[in-house]
């Protein structure tokens, strides 16, 4: 056996060797894409593709692997930062954390006005969607939405694996990707804002380019933040009829309505495994409601 058949050899018996001491996660957070390429919306395929086009193929493959068994545990993405831990070969789990530079709140704000500016940005914004060209918004505040070169975005772990990424980074960077799919407005977190605060800024920015009367706006009636009193109502009539009442065809529409739950632990995605409990209250609430109108 020559020596490169031989470092061949170890390296295969190696990975075996990691393999089978490699810990399950309890409850760790598993990849919805059980097979093929990671990313569904455009933005989520940005993301993986700008990660797959600077990293090494071979890490990124280990990584997809531990996405999809669930060995991250958690993930925490901040203004400028992400962190996340990671079940390992070891006991304890390995930190992972990626970088990347924010915005200035001058960058924001020269942003946010230009978004403002065109109706079609923000119908696509408030529908929860990111614009096809929101990246040429971007590029006249000299910053891109997401990471184009490796130097863009610094990461770390604490595993003993020399190269960067580790597998342990990839893994978290696919789950990343999931989750811009599901909220985009987590990538503006990455930059330096967070979804409440970018769309406070674009209201007030929208406000200038509509003729609107302030005097013509009512405001609504705001619920009681009291507990003693948030679940009071204003009693029924006595006489007050409930008309017919029906099983609804489609159930957990207000769920549905919420978005897809942030990184979901579960082999269902969430709508999906609480249908049947939807169903069987909707049931049980008409029974009670005619029982109690007898």
């Given at each position: 056996?020559?020596?490169?058949?031989?470092?061949?050899?170890?390296s295969?018996m190696?990975?075996k060797?990691?393999?089978?001491?490699?810990?399950?996660?309890?409850?760790?957070?598993?990849?919805?894409?059980t097979?093929?390429?990671?990313?569904?919306?455009?933005?989520?395929?940005?993301?993986?593709?700008?990660l797959?086009?600077?990293?090494?193929?071979?890490?990124?493959?280990?990584?997809?692997?531990?996405?999809?068994?669930?060995?991250?545990i958690?993930?925490?993405?901040?203004k400028?930062?992400?962190?996340?831990?990671?079940?390992?070969?070891?006991?304890?789990?390995?930190?992972?954390?990626?970088?990347?530079?924010?915005?200035?709140?001058?960058?924001?704000?020269?942003?946010?006005?230009?978004?403002?500016?065109?109706?079609?940005?923000?119908?696509?914004?408030?529908?929860?969607?990111?614009?096809?060209?929101?990246?040429?918004?971007?590029?006249?505040a000299?910053?891109?939405?997401?990471?184009?070169?490796?130097?863009?975005?610094?990461?770390?772990?604490?595993c003993?694996?020399?190269s960067?990424?580790?597998?342990?980074?990839?893994?978290?960077?696919?789950?990343?990707?999931?989750?811009?799919?599901?909220?985009?407005?987590?990538?503006?977190?990455?930059?330096?804002?967070?979804?409440?605060?970018?769309?406070?800024l674009?209201?007030?920015?929208?406000?200038?380019?509509?003729?609107?009367?302030?005097n013509?706006?009512?405001?609504?009636?705001?619920?009681?933040?009291?507990?003693?009193?948030?679940?009071?109502?204003?009693?029924?009539?006595?006489?007050?009829?409930?008309?017919?009442?029906?099983?609804p065809?489609?159930?957990?529409?207000?769920?549905?309505?919420?978005?897809?739950?942030?990184?979901?632990?579960?082999?269902?995605?969430?709508?999906?495994?609480?249908?049947?409990?939807?169903?069987?209250?909707?049931?049980?609430?008409?029974?009670?409601?005619?029982?109690?109108?007898?």
């Amino acid at each position: 056996m020559n020596l490169r058949s031989f470092s061949l050899w170890g390296s295969k018996m190696w990975e075996k060797y990691r393999k089978a001491n490699l810990k399950q996660a309890k409850g760790g957070i598993k990849a919805q894409t059980t097979r093929g390429a990671f990313g569904k919306s455009w933005w989520g395929k940005q993301w993986i593709s700008a990660l797959e086009s600077f990293y090494d193929s071979a890490r990124l493959t280990r990584g997809r692997t531990y996405a999809r068994k669930g060995q991250v545990i958690s993930i925490d993405i901040q203004k400028g930062k992400v962190t996340a831990s990671v079940q390992g070969t070891r006991a304890k789990p390995y930190k992972v954390s990626l970088m990347v530079d924010m915005l200035s709140p001058s960058n924001w704000h020269d942003v946010v006005t230009e978004l403002s500016s065109q109706a079609r940005f923000v119908a696509k914004l408030l529908a929860g969607e990111m614009p096809h060209d929101i990246q040429e918004v971007f590029n006249e505040a000299n910053m891109s939405l997401l990471p184009s070169s490796h130097e863009e975005l610094c990461t770390d772990c604490s595993c003993p694996d020399w190269s960067n990424p580790c597998k342990h980074i990839a893994a978290v960077c696919y789950l990343l990707g999931e989750e811009f799919d599901r909220d985009p407005f987590l990538i503006f977190r990455m930059r330096g804002i967070d979804r409440d605060t970018f769309f406070t800024l674009l209201e007030t920015s929208t406000s200038h380019y509509l003729d609107v009367d302030d005097n013509e706006i009512k405001e609504k009636e705001k619920l009681s933040l009291d507990p003693a009193h948030f679940w009071q109502e204003t009693p029924l009539p006595e006489q007050f009829d409930v008309g017919t009442l029906e099983i609804p065809t489609t159930s957990g529409l207000l769920l549905r309505s919420l978005g897809k739950f942030p990184f979901w632990r579960g082999k269902k995605p969430v709508e999906e495994a609480l249908q049947p409990i939807y169903e069987a209250a909707s049931i049980e609430a008409r029974g009670a409601i005619y029982k109690q109108n007898q």
